[in-house]
């Protein structure tokens, strides 16, 4: 084969598996969100006060692991805002979305501030590589164990929602509060819960970004990555493990211009870098349907109504 | 939030349910128990703007810097002298166009955020369209132009996500941001690339238009014509929303809109059309931040005015008279921005925090709403 158009594809792939892990930590929580019948736009927001998050504790603490764990706490905080506002009667939930994501992108830059300069302790990958004496090879195989993490919540998730009685739960939240309340279930009570676990999974996918890969902490960090998860999660029709397919392939998209600027072209650049953001809005042209809403749509979704 | 004055002194006593029973005649006591039940949409938000406000001087506090400094820093920085004031007009400008290209969908069930895109898309169209007109074609003919690409390019933008939304389903406000997005990474591939100025090694720009094809300041004061233009338009607006059969019809969709669809109204084309006057106004703003400001166009347009906008909007309840004085305010908020990072050693993301905090308190606000017998007078009476 071609070697430049290999050198392409295998950095494809390891941008693939890069890129991917915010995408596919975003779009799981963004999943169980939505299975419980509300939409959390604020999750942009999040991963990037995760990413600070993370970034900050790794460098004061001089464990990223700490890190990852505090942008996922600061990811539930957030996630919690959103859910107890959301509870109150006559507040719509894509607008406080929209009011979150100001905020906690805010609180990020205001807080992040001192922290763009100094390096802090970033997570360390692991070698699969190892075997291959490709130089290419290898760098495209040294994956985050983050990585393999977010295919255990998924399959995790997925497992729950059709076996266990929580995801039952969840699941009836979503599809008829009615239902779910003739049941005794608190519904509010379910969806805060929900948004805050969904929260958490953001941040966790905000600590990637500063911790890994790009692995660092700047205002430029995420550039609606929060936003496309979001939109990937009605790509993937709220399965979990659809969540984990419909990242890979926005991350081999993301990786389209990196790639080919590794094999020295450079030109187009910039419009490879909307390449994700098109490819989102032709996926969800592709998927939205005017007349009937799409399969598999929890029934309390705003979006469906 | 202007109203708020006038219905504070007109019925004091019943607001605070003190008084004697009302004796006025049937027409007035409809006024009266009108303004009452208006005062409603004057009240509450100013409230939430209020408890934004001290929780944010709680924030000050535990940072530990001075609520009263802050203040004092925004009242100079934005309003306490001539100068700063007509900086502070100067911003709301655009402030007042993204505010509308936010609250026109609204007024027809959508939300749309997707004012900041089409800014930056109208700003740069207007300057590519420019620069090969620039000592060609006289600015008499070139300024037009301009105007009529902004508002084409950014109707075009955003009246695409609502025939997305009509045609296909396609979730409005996730469309309209990444159009947004998608926006800001065209200009930037032609400012990098085909359209750079070689001349300006600093930051990548197109070719300057010149002075003699930018548009002045109102004469006798340095606020540029955008913030005149933005009122004219938010008055127009205003009458086309409440006065027209067009505004009514998409007022209607909004409201209903299977009502609308079973009275058959054209929702296409009402939702199409809304969407396309929302991004003329943005269009429309980035058209003045390069005519008027920058004079090329870079990524200086993506300064966070589409955002704010989205803000702006639902302060003023989507009310396009409204909408002026909040983004006057606001506009006073982003103008003293760099004078309270210089004086208080805040970092200039301050002005987003307590943007965020005064959104989120207001939503939190909405929940409000029909609590409250003081402004609903049938209610009142009936209860006591």
Known sequence: MNSGLLTVLIAMLGGAIRVSTPFMFVALGEC??????????????????????????????????????????????????????CSLPRVNDVAVGIAMMLFGIGVAFFFGKPYIQPTAPRLSSLPFGGCTSDLNLRSALDINPLFFVGIAVALLMAWA?????????????????????????????????????????????????????????????????????????????????????????????????????????????????????ILTLALMIATSSATHSSRDMPGELSMAK | MSTGAPTASEIPRRALGTAKPPSAPADTYDFGSRLRANSEYVVIPAFALLMAALLFALFLLAIGKSPLDFIDYVWKGG????????????????????ALAVAIPARIGLIMIGAEGALVLGGFAAAAIAVPMVGVVPPIITMPVMVLTALIVGGLWVGLAGYLKYARGVNETISSLLLTYIGIAIMNFFVEGVMRDASNPNKPSTKPIGEAYMIGNIPG?????????????????????????FGFAARVTGGNFRAALAQGLPVGRLIVSCAMIAGACAGLAGYFEVAAIQGRANASLAAGYGFTGILVSFLARHNPIVIVPVAILFGGLVASGGLIQRRMGLPDATVLVLQGLIFIVLLVSETLYGRFAIFRPGDAKERT
């Open chain 1, 32 to 85: 169980l969100t939505e299975k419980s019948g509300r939409v959390n736009l604020g999750l942009e927001g999040t991963l990037v006060l995760g990413a600070m998050v993370a970034y900050a504790i790794s460098y004061h603490t001089g464990s990223p692991w700490a890190g990852v764990f505090a942008a996922g706490v600061a990811g539930s905080a957030l996630g919690a805002m959103h859910g107890s506002i």
């Open chain 1, 161 to 277: 929602f059709a076996n266990t009685r929580w995801g039952l739960i969840v699941r009836t939240v979503g599809d008829s509060a009615a239902a779910a309340r003739a049941m005794g279930i608190s519904v509010d009570f379910v969806r805060f819960l929900s948004t805050t676990i969904g929260g958490f999974l953001a941040g966790v996918g905000g600590a990637f970004l500063s911790l890994s890969y790009p692995g660092s902490w700047n205002q430029g960090l995420s550039s609606g990555q929060g936003l496309m998860a979001v939109a990937l999660v009605i790509f993937a029709r709220w399965s979990p493990v659809r969540c984990v397919l419909a990242a890979l392939l926005f991350g081999a998209a993301g990786a389209i211009g990196p790639a080919l600027q590794s094999v020295g072209i450079t030109q187009g650049y910039y419009f490879f870098n909307a390449a994700p953001y």
């Open chain 2, 79 to 98: 309003f306490g002298t001539a100068f700063s004031f007509q900086n502070t007009l100067q911003r709301s400008s655009p402030l007042i166009l993204t």
């Open chain 2, 221 to 245: 004061t340095s606020v540029h014509w955008g913030f005149l233009v933005g009122v004219v338009v938010s008055i127009a607006l205003y009458f086309l929303m409440t006065r027209t059969t």
